[in-house]
């Protein structure tokens, strides 16, 4: 399951016309990416990948179309353990494997899905996984194992039933009463990951995915600098861009610089290097 029914409040503007999950990075939308790593598991089509919405709930529904099962949640999203319970219908008695949309993951040393498959390895089908990264303080709020979070989590049917479809979030609801309880494991994940949330760990992620150097859609026209940036299709560059994000469609106009930002067509979101 992903869950894309997030509001994405930190990215406003950004996010107030399009939905925190539809957000490109590298040029690609961080739903698409959740989807290919799924795929990468052998997971794909409505019987067996499911995507929840709520906020811009419509793009996110004509953007899935038929590649995943949709919930749509009426009213406000219900939250990471309320999208869940949600889809207590669909789950019908199998484990889930629930990534978080806004995740971006990149492993040198293998291709999205094989680069999470270690969460799947050998799981007993009763305990709580998380993928997780060393925290930077091992015993901070928010920690699990001296990890901080990496975006996915896999979870026992015998869990997820009990889970209403109410706003509630699996931090509280599953993850600590499993670590109370001494069924919930961490699983290093290896490799880079941004949650995406802010406007610094969004522009952190594209310029990881330009792989160091810039990443420009064959459709844009460059007639400025551009050093270390991502610009989309059909934007325009008759300026300087460096370390920013260009939307597609946006324009850079000649005699301008644009730093350490990132730019949709008609609004632009500093965002300081992390």
Same mark, same amino acid.
């Given at each position: 399951?992903?869950?894309?029914?997030?509001?994405?409040?930190?990215?406003?503007?950004?996010?107030?016309?399009?939905?925190?999950?539809?957000?490109?990075?590298?040029?690609?939308?961080? %739903?698409? &990416?959740? /989807?290919?790593?799924?795929? #990468?598991?052998?997971?794909?089509?409505?019987? @067996?990948? !499911?995507?929840? $919405?709520?906020?811009?709930?419509?793009?996110?529904?004509?953007?899935?179309?038929?590649?995943?099962?949709?919930?749509?949640?009426?009213?406000?999203?219900?939250?990471?353990?309320?999208?869940?319970?949600?889809?207590?219908?669909?789950?019908?008695?199998?484990?889930?494997?629930?990534?978080?949309?806004?995740?971006?993951?990149?492993?040198?040393?293998?291709?999205?899905?094989?680069?999470?498959?270690?969460?799947?390895?050998?799981?007993?089908?009763?305990?709580?996984?998380?993928?997780?990264?060393?925290?930077?303080?091992?015993?901070?709020?928010?920690?699990?194992?001296?990890?901080?979070?990496?975006?996915?989590?896999?979870?026992?049917?015998? %869990?997820? &039933?009990? /889970?209403?479809?109410?706003? #509630?979030?699996?931090?509280?609801?599953?993850? @600590?009463? !499993?670590?109370? $309880?001494?069924?919930?494991?961490?699983?290093?994940?290896?490799?880079?990951?941004?949650?995406?949330?802010?406007?610094?760990?969004?522009?952190?992620?594209?310029?990881?995915?330009?792989?160091?150097?810039?990443?420009?859609?064959?459709?844009?026209?460059?007639?400025?600098?551009?050093?270390?940036?991502?610009?989309?299709?059909?934007?325009?560059?008759?300026?300087?861009?460096?370390?920013?994000?260009?939307?597609?469609?946006?324009?850079?106009?000649?005699?301008?610089?644009?730093?350490?930002?990132?730019?949709?067509?008609?609004?632009?979101?500093?965002?300081?290097?992390?």
């Amino acid at each position: 399951m992903v869950l894309a029914a997030g509001e994405g409040t930190r990215l406003r503007p950004l996010t107030e016309r399009l939905p925190k999950a539809l957000c490109p990075v590298g040029n690609l939308p961080l %739903l698409d &990416r959740a /989807l290919a790593r799924l795929a #990468g598991l052998g997971l794909a089509g409505p019987d @067996r990948v !499911a995507v929840n $919405a709520c906020y811009l709930g419509g793009q996110v529904a004509d953007h899935v179309g038929a590649r995943a099962h949709l919930s749509v949640e009426p009213g406000d999203p219900l939250g990471t353990a309320g999208g869940v319970g949600n889809l207590r219908g669909w789950i019908a008695g199998r484990g889930v494997l629930v990534g978080n949309a806004d995740a971006y993951l990149a492993d040198p040393l293998a291709p999205p899905g094989p680069d999470i498959a270690a969460l799947l390895d050998g799981w007993d089908g009763r305990s709580v996984r998380l993928l997780g990264q060393p925290a930077d303080d091992p015993a901070a709020p928010g920690t699990f194992s001296g990890h901080r979070f990496a975006g996915f989590s896999l979870l026992p049917w015998r %869990l997820v &039933r009990d /889970l209403p479809p109410t706003f #509630g979030d699996l931090v509280r609801a599953v993850w @600590r009463p !499993a670590e109370a $309880a001494g069924a919930l494991a961490v699983v290093p994940y290896r490799g880079t990951f941004y949650d995406t949330g802010t406007p610094a760990d969004y522009l952190a992620a594209n310029l990881h995915a330009a792989g160091g150097g810039s990443l420009v859609d064959p459709t844009a026209t460059v007639t400025g600098r551009v050093e270390r940036a991502v610009v989309g299709a059909d934007a325009v560059v008759r300026g300087d861009v460096t370390r920013a994000v260009l939307w597609p469609g946006a324009t850079v106009a000649a005699g301008e610089r644009l730093t350490d930002a990132v730019r949709a067509d008609g609004v632009t979101v500093p965002a300081a290097p992390r």
